[in-house]
C-alpha cells in the first residue's frame, strides 16, 4: 500500500475526531434523556469551529507542501539538464538552504530517470557527486544557451572570437565585341578579412523559466584588399589596408522555458532578441570616392575605416529546443531576425561631403542550427553543430539594390569543454565555412561563471 503524507492523514484524522465528537454528544444525550442545553450546544459549536480552523490551517499546510514539492522537482530536472547540456551546473536554491532555510544542506530522496532496470532510483539531492560520477555536459558552440540561470542567481561569461575570411572578386570595366573579346580592363580584387570581437555577457534568473540577458562586445576589425589601380595600366599590384575598432551593437534578450522536459522529453525555450545600434555603422565612415561612390571610377571606393556596427536596429524572435537522450544531448534553435528601415541616409565620402542614399531597408536574417553535444568524462564533453542563415536582399527606397542578392551562410562547429570548477568552465568551439560568403575561419573561447 502506498504511504500517504503526514498532512492528508492529519486532515483524516481531524475529520474523524470531528465526526466521534458528533457522535459522543448526541449519545450522551440520548442515554441521559435529557435535551442539552444551552450550554452544550454552544461548547459543541465552539469545538466544531476549532475543528474547521484546524482544519483550513492543515489544508494550508497541504498546499505548501505541494508547492514546495513542485519547486524540489523543478530543481531536480533544472540540476538534471545541467549535467546534460554545456557550461556551469547551476545549484538550485532549494538544494542550497536547510529545512529552516539557514543555509544548511538539504538532502532529499529522489528519482533518478536514467536507472538501468527502468525502475526509478533514488538518489540524495544537494550532496556533490562522487568523484567517479559521470557528468553528461555538452560544450556550447551556439550563441544560444541551452540552460536558462535559476532564479535569483547571476552568470558572468566574457568571450573572445576570431574569425578570417579570404574573397576574390573580378570586375570586367568594358563591353564585349564577342564572347571571347573584350574591350576594357579587368579589375582583379583579393580581400582578406580579420575580425576580433571581444564581448562580455550577463544572465540573470528572473524566475525558474525566464532569464534576461545583455550582451556588450567591442570590435577591431582589419581588411587588406590587394588589387591593381583601375584605368592606370599599372602592372603592380597596390595594398588598400584600413581597419576599425569601437564598441559593437549591444544586445538584450528574453528567454522563456515552455515546458518541463527531462529525460526523453524535449525542451522548448523562447527567445526575443533586441540589437541596438551603438557600434558605428557603415553609413557613418568615410568613404575612398572623390565626390561620389555611384558611377564613379576614381578613388577604391573602399571606406576608410571599417564599421564595428550593422547600421539598423533588429528584433529575433527565435525557438531553442534540446532532447536530452543518454548518454548524447541533441539540441537546436529556429530563428528570424528582421531589421528595421533606416530612413533619410547619408553616406559620408572625402572632403567633408555626403552622399544622399534615401531608405535603407537591410534584409532579414532567417537562421536554423542543430547539433550534438557527447560527454567524455567527468569534467570534458564534445560537441558538433551546423549553423545555417539566408541573409535576404538590401532595399534602397523600396528597391533591390543593383547587385545585390539572397547570401547564404553555413558553418560546420566543433566545440569542446572542460569543468574547472563547480561555478566555472572553459569552452572553445572552431568554425569552418561552407560556402565563399562565410569566414573560413573562426574561433571563440568563452568562460562561463556563475555566482
Request: hydrophobic share 35%; charged share 20%; glycine share 10%.
Amino acid at each position: 500500500m502506498k504511504p500517504q503524507p503526514f498532512c492528508h492523514v492529519a486532515v483524516a484524522a481531524c475529520c474523524s475526531a470531528l465526526c466521534f465528537t458528533n457522535t459522543a454528544v448526541h449519545a450522551q444525550a440520548v442515554r441521559s434523556g435529557n435535551v442539552v442545553d444551552d450550554v452544550s450546544v454552544d461548547t459543541l459549536k465552539r469545538d466544531v469551529t476549532d475543528l474547521a480552523r484546524q482544519l483550513d490551517t492543515l489544508k494550508r499546510e497541504l498546499e505548501e507542501e505541494k508547492s514546495k514539492l513542485r519547486d524540489l522537482r523543478r530543481s531536480v530536472r533544472n540540476e538534471y539538464l545541467a549535467s546534460q547540456r554545456g557550461g556551469t551546473a547551476q545549484p538550485s536554491s532549494t538544494s542550497q538552504q536547510g529545512p529552516q532555510g539557514q543555509g544548511g544542506t538539504q538532502v532529499a530522496m529522489v528519482s533518478n530517470p536514467t536507472a538501468q532496470d527502468g525502475t526509478p532510483a533514488t538518489e540524495p539531492v544537494g550532496v556533490a557527486p562522487e568523484r567517479n560520477s559521470r557528468q553528461r555536459e555538452v560544450a556550447p558552440i551556439f550563441e544560444q544557451p541551452g540552460i536558462l540561470t535559476p532564479k535569483g542567481k547571476f552568470a558572468l561569461e566574457p568571450s573572445i572570437q576570431y574569425s578570417y575570411s579570404s574573397n576574390n572578386r573580378v570586375a570586367l570595366v568594358g563591353y564585349t565585341v564577342i564572347p571571347a573579346l573584350l574591350i576594357g580592363l579587368v579589375d582583379v580584387r583579393q580581400v582578406k578579412s580579420n575580425t576580433v570581437t571581444g564581448a562580455l555577457t550577463g544572465r540573470y534568473g528572473l524566475t525558474n523559466r525566464t532569464e534576461l540577458e545583455l550582451r556588450v562586445p567591442y570590435v577591431y576589425r582589419s581588411d587588406s584588399t590587394v588589387s591593381r589601380e583601375i584605368f592606370t595600366g599599372s602592372a603592380t599590384d597596390n595594398v588598400f589596408q584600413t581597419s576599425g575598432k569601437a564598441i559593437g551593437d549591444v544586445e538584450a534578450s528574453l528567454r522563456y522555458q515552455f515546458n518541463d522536459g527531462g529525460a526523453d522529453r524535449p525542451y522548448f525555450i523562447g527567445t526575443m532578441r533586441v540589437k541596438s545600434r551603438t557600434g558605428k555603422d557603415p553609413f557613418e565612415v568615410v568613404t575612398d570616392c572623390v565626390t561620389r561612390c555611384v558611377g564613379n571610377t576614381t578613388g577604391t571606393g573602399l571606406p576608410m575605416e571599417l564599421p564595428t556596427g550593422s547600421g539598423a536596429y533588429s528584433l529575433q524572435p527565435g525557438l531553442t529546443w534540446l532532447f536530452p537522450s543518454d548518454p548524447a544531448v541533441f539540441f537546436g534553435s529556429f530563428s528570424y531576425q528582421y531589421n528595421f528601415k533606416r530612413n533619410n541616409v547619408s553616406r559620408r565620402v572625402l572632403n567633408g561631403e555626403s552622399e544622399f542614399l534615401g531608405d535603407i531597408k537591410a534584409g532579414d536574417i532567417l537562421g536554423a542550427n542543430f547539433g550534438m553535444g557527447l560527454a567524455l568524462n567527468d569534467k570534458s564533453s564534445f560537441s558538433v553543430g551546423f549553423d545555417l542563415n539566408s541573409v535576404g536582399r538590401t532595399k534602397q527606397n523600396d528597391v533591390t539594390v543593383p547587385g545585390s542578392v539572397r547570401t547564404v551562410l553555413a558553418s560546420l562547429l566543433l566545440g569542446y569543454s572542460y569543468r574547472y570548477s563547480d561555478k566555472t568552465s572553459f569552452s572553445m568551439s572552431i568554425g569552418a565555412g561552407l560556402t565563399r560568403d562565410t569566414p573560413d575561419l573562426t574561433l571563440t573561447m568563452r568562460v562561463p561563471m556563475s555566482f
